[in-house]
């Protein structure tokens, strides 16, 4: 059965539900390990909720959240060689697969059309999701354990990256514009903050991914066909004029003559 995406409703089910195993995975995890795993199994839950739903933003958001899980799950897949851990990569990348076809159906492409660089996009967003979801919950780690001011620093760059992929779902120019803003600020306390450099670097990706597409553009490196309708010139097409006039003086002529035919019918008649 289809739903306002066009995509079976088992197909979702099953994506959420393996995010749904994933997030009990990091669960059991943190019963037994470190703590971070409540807070990766927290952000496997809202992003199986988020592949329950037909909106391109919920469908982005879940999709940041999913690849944080994934890539997690990874490093620690490689550096740890746990079974669980690597089920927990499995399930997320599992989700992650079967969500694709939710950002390509004619519902979602209606939602989410921009002129072009659709795919670009969608990646960009989604990657500043993952970058949000990173810097927001080392934020609430720090102001939870730590209590440290530079957790608001921390919540602050997890909102201007979370505004900024909002932006840009939903077609507005200040999406692009505040992320590439948020990158422009890391990459100058990146020169300001030595010790921080890589960190403040990395963190300077989504911006510059929100920016590409719109630089090529404007460089006219890349070109799309775009289905153009051709020119119709009104004046080629229209009907010739017509002398109303003329044809009304022909028709009165026509009818007097049948007129005075009839009169002479009726006076030669018996």
């Known amino acids: 059965m289809a739903i306002g995406t066009d995509v079976p409703r088992g197909r979702q089910l099953a994506a ?11 669960l059991e995890l943190a019963h037994h390990g470190p703590v971070v795993g409540y807070g990766l199994a927290v952000v496997a839950f809202l992003a199986a909720v988020g592949f329950a739903r037909r909106s391109v933003l919920s469908q982005v958001l879940a999709r940041g959240a999913g690849w944080l899980t994934f890539v997690f799950g990874l490093s620690a897949t490689i550096s740890l060689f746990d079974p669980l851990v690597a089920a927990i990569t499995v399930a997320a990348g599992a989700a992650l697969l079967l969500s694709v076809p939710m950002l390509h159906t004619p ?12 795919r670009a996009f969608l990646a960009a967003a989604t990657s500043t999701v993952a970058f ?3 810097t927001g ?4 780690a720090m102001l939870a354990f730590e209590r440290s001011p530079l957790a608001l620093g921390w919540l602050a760059i997890a909102a201007s990256f979370l505004g900024a992929a909002v932006g840009v779902v939903r077609m507005r120019a200040w999406g692009v514009l505040l992320g590439v803003f948020t990158s422009t600020v890391m990459m100058i306390a990146a020169v300001l903050s030595p010790h921080w450099r890589e ?13 590409l597409p719109v630089v090529l553009a404007r460089l006219g490196l890349t070109r799309e066909d775009l289905a153009v309708a051709p020119a119709v010139r009104v004046g080629d097409v229209a009907s010739p004029p017509v002398r109303i006039a003329v044809e009304a003086d022909a028709v009165e002529d026509d009818d007097l003559e049948a007129t005075d035919e009839a009169r002479t019918v009726r006076r030669l008649a018996p």
């Open 16 to 26: 959420a539900g393996s995010l749904v195993g994933a997030g009990l995975g990091w």
């Open 107 to 118: 519902a979602a492409r209606a939602e989410f059309a921009p002129v072009r660089f659709r």
């Open 132 to 134: 949000a979801t990173l």
């Open 137 to 140: 919950g080392a934020g609430v």
């Open 199 to 211: 960190v403040l670097l990395m963190l300077a990706t989504p911006g510059a991914l929100l920016a």
